[in-house]
T-cell receptor, first 116, second 114 residues
Framework: GAVVSQHPSWVICKSGTSVKIECRSL??????MFWYRQFPKQSLMLMAT?????????EQGVEKDKFLINHASLTLSTLTVTSAHPEDSSFYIC????????????FGPGTRLTVT | AQSVAQPEDQVNVAEGNPLTVKCTYS??????LFWYVQYPNRGLQFLLK??????LVKGSYGFEAEFNKSQTSFHLKKPSALVSDSALYFC????????????FGGGTRLMVKP
């Protein structure tokens, strides 16, 4: 199956700083990538959909200027949490959806962000 | 709009007994249905999917699910539970006529006791 990696797996940062999370599709070209966040004991909430070479589409209630998404290539998408605050602490998971595997999404291992 | 309901926050089963994790869905068109499992501090792992064809779908680790169109359900089952099956399970749906967005249920925690 597809392999999706995320880096870092966990990060602790101070309030007010920015953090970049990388998502890589390792064995196929991902035309579409999704970013989710998950609070403890809760389901996944879709934050945004990014398509290679175009602007991301953000879900209602997600601040696009705070959560910057870049999908510069078919194998890499990045999520930057700008001016992080403690309430941004969460588990962030990326997912890839490639035209070659038209029915399934493959998920990364997640990134645990803690803002102090 | 599409939605998924997992009515049980937690399911408790004794090892060796059969297990069922319930899922119902709502879509405007025809559904693609999925089950994923999540272990602590890990991403989601794909278990199985229903796209078309046979209503009984077999997946990884001995799990299976049955698509029931009239009841709009896609319950996850396993004949004999293992302690290692203890995890968080998510049902998800995509409307095949409405793009790529996958909608998740709230998740069900499965606890298998020895």
């Amino acid at each position: 199956g597809a392999v999706v990696s995320q880096h870092p797996s966990w990060v602790i940062c101070k309030s007010g700083t920015s953090v970049k999370i990388e998502c890589r599709s390792l064995d196929f070209q991902a035309t579409t990538m999704f970013w989710y966040r998950q609070f403890p004991k809760q389901s996944l909430m879709l934050m945004a959909t990014s398509n290679e070479g175009s602007k991301a589409t953000y879900e209602q209630g997600v601040e696009k200027d705070k959560f910057l998404i870049n999908h510069a290539s078919l194998t890499l998408s990045t999520l930057t949490v700008t001016s992080a605050h403690p309430e941004d602490s969460s588990f962030y998971i990326c997912s890839v959806y490639g035209i070659q595997r038209s029915y399934e999404q493959y998920f990364g291992p997640g990134t645990r962000l803690t803002v102090t | 709009a599409q939605s998924v309901a997992q009515p049980e926050d937690q399911v408790n089963v004794a090892e060796g007994n059969p297990l069922t994790v319930k899922c119902t869905y709502s879509v405007s068109g025809n559904p693609y249905l999925f089950w994923y499992v999540q272990y602590p501090n890990r991403g989601l792992q794909f278990l199985l999917k229903y796209i078309t064809g046979d209503n009984l779908v077999k997946g990884s680790y001995g799990f299976e699910a049955e698509f029931n169109k009239s009841q709009t359900s896609f319950h996850l089952k396993k004949p004999s539970a293992l302690v290692s099956d203890s995890a968080l399970y998510f049902c998800a749906v995509r409307d095949r006529d409405a793009g790529n967005m996958l909608t998740f249920g709230g998740g069900t925690r499965l606890m298998v006791k020895p």
